[in-house]
């Protein structure tokens, strides 16, 4: 397996899935808009930034792993996400966030990610902190695939605890395109 084959459709699938955790809450809530302020904790990030960094991750992976800059996009991500303690936004523009990633994911050319794996990666952090990896693979292993769980798993984790009605088949609704035929569970 390859590093694309890897990340791009991981990416994808969880965004995806993202995408319908925020539908759901949509559909079952008479204010969603104000979910997207909701946190675990006072010192976390809210909803809306979790989805944005998600979305970041997911940029940043494909980027950094073909060694270009980042698209003027990824600061706009992250703009959004660091103000969105003061202005969260709405449920309608966390989606289209999630869609303008997906369309660049769709976009990336099979391997594309790749050629660049061999090479050793920098990731400097705006705190001062940087790392220096050997590779693309443990870049994809240690930092890009647990980043981005990271911001997918706390916005899952906060739409749970606003009550939104999701489980273990919300999370990995991409299975069921492999569920064996008359297999399906009863409802």
């Known amino acids: 397996m390859t590093i694309s ?12 899935a993202l995408a319908g955790w925020l539908r759901k809450a949509k559909d079952g809530s008479g204010n969603a808009d104000a979910l997207m302020a909701a946190r675990l904790a006072p010192d976390m990030f809210p909803l809306s930034t979790q989805v944005r960094f998600a979305c970041v991750q997911a940029f940043e992976g494909v980027y950094r792993l073909r060694h270009e800059a980042f698209p003027p996009e990824v600061d706009i991500l992250l703009n959004e996400g660091r103000n969105a303690g003061e202005q969260p936004g709405t449920m309608a523009d966390a989606l289209a966030r999630i869609d303008e990633t997906l369309s660049m994911l ?32 443990q870049y994809a292993r240690d930092w890009a695939l647990s980043q981005f769980y990271f911001h997918i798993m706390t916005a899952y984790a906060i739409l749970r605890n606003q009550g939104v009605g999701l489980g273990k088949a919300d999370y990995v609704a991409h299975m069921f395109a492999y569920l064996r035929p008359g297999n399906a569970p009863a409802a």
């Open 5 to 16: 084959q890897l990340l791009v459709p991981t990416y994808t699938q969880m965004l995806q």
């Open 106 to 137: 769709i976009d990336v050319a099979p391997g594309a990610v790749d050629s660049g794996a061999p090479l050793p990666l920098s990731i400097e952090l705006p705190m001062g902190i940087a790392f220096d990896l050997d590779d693309g693979a």
